[in-house]
């Protein structure tokens, strides 16, 4: 398995990089696409709204950044202060790859 495919596998919809999470493989968690969005804690309101809109990820949505979104991106326990939004910001200016090789 290539670099990029590892690094996309593992590129969650609202922009965390799933690569990164301890609890994956303490968890077993196949990572956000693979799961559908029905994860080890339970289902993602993010990966359902961007699934039923038929998006990638929330980067491609018209509303992007939104409310739901950014109430996970700042939430004081599990948020990343903004880090998935940026990551969102990036995939979409220079692609993925570019910003999977910067990693």
């Not at 949505?61 to 939430?75: K, M, V």
Request: with cysteine; charged share 25%.
């Amino acid at each position: 398995m290539s670099t990029e495919t590892v690094h996309r596998d593992f590129a969650a919809r609202c922009g965390i990089y799933c690569g990164e999470c301890e609890y994956r493989t303490k968890m077993n968690c196949p990572g956000c696409v693979r799961a559908a969005g029905n994860l080890f804690w339970g289902t993602c309101a993010v990966a359902t709204c961007c699934t039923g809109k038929d998006h990638q990820h929330c980067g491609e949505c018209a509303a992007f950044p939104c409310d739901t979104l950014n109430g996970f991106a700042y939430d004081e326990k599990q948020g990343d202060d903004g880090q998935r939004i940026r990551n969102l910001e990036a995939w979409n200016a220079e692609g993925f790859e570019n910003w999977a090789e910067k990693r």
